[in-house]
T-cell receptor, first 111, second 113 residues
Framework: DSGVTQTPKHLITATGQRVTLRCSPR?????VYWYQQSLDQGLQFLIQ???????AKGNILERFSAQQFPDLHSELNLSSLELGDSALYFC??????????FGEGSRLTVL | AQSVTQLGSHVSVSEGALVLLRCNYS??????LFWYVQYPNQGLQLLLK??????LVKGINGFEAEFKKSETSFHLTKPSAHMSDAAEYFC???????????FGTGTSLTVIP
């Protein structure tokens, strides 16, 4: 158990819909990262937050947004979903220059 | 600029044979380096990490990696492969620029009985 909790574990929805993925980092970790993993794209960095502030952006689409709340949990919002958004979405947390601890992921299927 | 390069997206070894997964990095500052393993339908799990202490790092499940600054490499090895080692392996670097991590594209390890 990494200490990082992600919900839901599985999600099936239709094209055009909007979903929210939730992540609770390890206790004490201020940094939260979101990654997307698909068969054709591999592990793609989406966005990083540190103590509520956006720290870095990767290959995150404009249809996607995220935020980190004062209690440090984070949410990734995916809207106007397309078939190609079907993937595993991972959240990870860390302390400064420490390793990343990954959650088990949220598997999104867009039909 | 690519910070981490994993050579070989697929590696096959026989059970009991040496496992060697290659990782090269690019960095102008002392890096922190990591190897992660991902089993099917699971999240990434830390195998080992290098944080500027000993250059030979031992991890879980019998894996180890050696940091070679002159070669900018951090290859992962295991003397004897086991069937349970079949998984995806990712090399990652933290350059301490805003605590950002850069991952390689992964190497899928197949162990042949």
């Amino acid at each position: 158990d990494s200490g990082v909790t992600q919900t839901p574990k599985h999600l099936i929805t239709a094209t055009g819909q909007r979903v929210t993925l939730r992540c609770s980092p390890r206790s004490g970790d201020l940094s939260v990262y979101w990654y997307q993993q698909s068969l054709d794209q591999g592990l793609q960095f989406l966005i990083q937050y540190y103590n509520g502030e956006e720290r870095a952006k990767g290959n995150i689409l404009e249809r996607f947004s995220a935020q980190q709340f004062p209690d440090l949990h984070s949410e990734l919002n995916l809207s106007s979903l397309e078939l190609g958004d079907s993937a595993l979405y991972f959240c990870a947390s860390s302390v400064a220059r420490g390793e990343l601890f990954f959650g088990e992921g949220s598997r999104l299927t867009v039909l | 600029a690519q910070s981490v390069t994993q050579l070989g997206s697929h590696v096959s070894v026989s059970e009991g044979a040496l496992v060697l997964l290659r990782c090269n990095y690019s960095s102008s500052v002392p890096p922190y380096l990591f190897w992660y393993v991902q089993y099917p339908n699971q999240g990434l799990q830390l195998l080992l990490k290098y944080t500027s202490a000993a250059t030979l790092v031992k991890g879980i499940n019998g894996f180890e990696a050696e940091f070679k600054k002159s070669e900018t490499s951090f290859h992962l090895t295991k003397p004897s492969a086991h069937m349970s080692d079949a998984a995806e392996y990712f090399c990652a670097v933290n350059l301490n620029t805003g605590n950002q991590f850069y991952f390689g594209t992964g190497t899928s390890l197949t162990v042949i009985p």
